[in-house]
């Protein structure tokens, strides 16, 4: 089973100092001796992962496909991802940058980047050389504001340069031709279409019942086979799209909860605010009022 990974246990899984946490944001750099259980777990990560592959190599599965990751090479993670290291190189340095739902939901445009049909199937790439130029020095500058101490400007400062970095990414992409030449294992084909099944429907779709019946597939066997491969059920999946999606109808627009209620298909709003807060610990309104996570002017 996958091992599931959020922002909150990361601290205690990793060698992280908690004491440098930022809201929305971790910053880890990585070199080959303090990998200790690094390859343990196929693990999944709530929220988007950047990896910058700053020396040596590494080989790893993601998304049921294997890619090898050389010095220079960004992997590209969304949310709910499965990815497994399979090698890493004695001299490997890697810093990865994590960057939580809450985070993604304050901006629409880093939304869109985590659903583009890209990112699944081209998740490793490699900026220009000028660009790359750019791109380290940008890392320097997240690290350097990541391990400062706290200020009152620090975690907004972070944000900015954060999204600085995406957004260069996210250029890359453009220009990237879209590769689904891939060949697919069975696997990893009936994960990919539950997918993409779940983005365009988890919005009024809720039954199992749906989803099988799309995959030509028993309710019963997609059931077995996403909790085995992926460690998340088919009602989890459904859960953590509609969650994402009301977190962002919440941080980036000015909806009523009702407004909100009627888009996302739910028949009354108290049922809609009763499952937000047991998915989420807490109300659509304390949610939207939460001032951890600053929009970008």
């Not at 690094?38 to 790893?60: I, N």
């Not at 490997?92 to 583009?116: C, G, H, K, Q, Y």
């Not at 028993?218 to 009602?235: A, D, I, W």
């Amino acid at each position: 089973m996958a091992l599931f990974i959020t922002l909150d246990n990361v601290y205690q899984l990793y060698p992280i100092d908690s004491s440098k946490k930022t809201d929305g944001i971790v910053v880890f750099h990585q070199l080959t001796g303090a990998s200790h259980g690094y390859t343990e777990h196929s693990r999944l990560f709530d929220g988007l992962l950047l990896g910058f592959m700053l020396k040596g190599s590494m080989k790893m599965q993601i998304h049921f496909l294997e890619y090898e990751i050389n010095a220079g090479d960004i992997a590209v993670l969304p949310p709910q991802l499965l990815m497994d290291t399979k090698y890493l190189s004695d001299n490997a340095e890697i810093v990865t940058i994590a960057i939580s739902l809450d985070f993604m939901s304050a901006f629409p445009m880093l939304r869109e980047f985590v659903m583009n049909d890209q990112l699944r199937w081209q998740p490793v790439v490699r900026l220009q050389e000028d660009e790359s130029r750019l791109q380290n020095e940008l890392i320097t500058l997240i690290k350097g504001f990541y391990d400062k101490k706290p200020s009152p400007n620090k975690a907004e400062i972070l944000r900015h340069l954060v999204m600085a970095m995406i957004n260069m990414i996210a250029e890359l992409y453009t220009e990237t031709p879209n590769s689904r030449s891939l060949s697919k294992s069975r696997t990893h084909e009936i994960i990919d279409n539950f997918y993409q099944l779940i983005l365009k429907h988890a919005g009024e779709e809720r039954n199992v019942n749906f989803y099988a019946e799309k995959l030509h597939l028993t309710p019963q066997y997609l059931s077995t086979f996403l909790k085995e491969k992926t460690g998340g059920s088919v009602s989890q999946w459904i859960d953590h799209m509609l969650i994402l999606e009301a977190k962002a109808l919440l941080k980036s627009t000015n909806l009523s909860i009702k407004e909100i209620s009627h888009a996302l298909n739910f028949g009354e709003t108290s049922i809609f605010c009763r499952y937000f807060k047991r998915i989420s610990g807490v109300s659509p309104t304390s949610y939207r009022n939460q001032k951890t996570i600053a929009k970008l002017p």
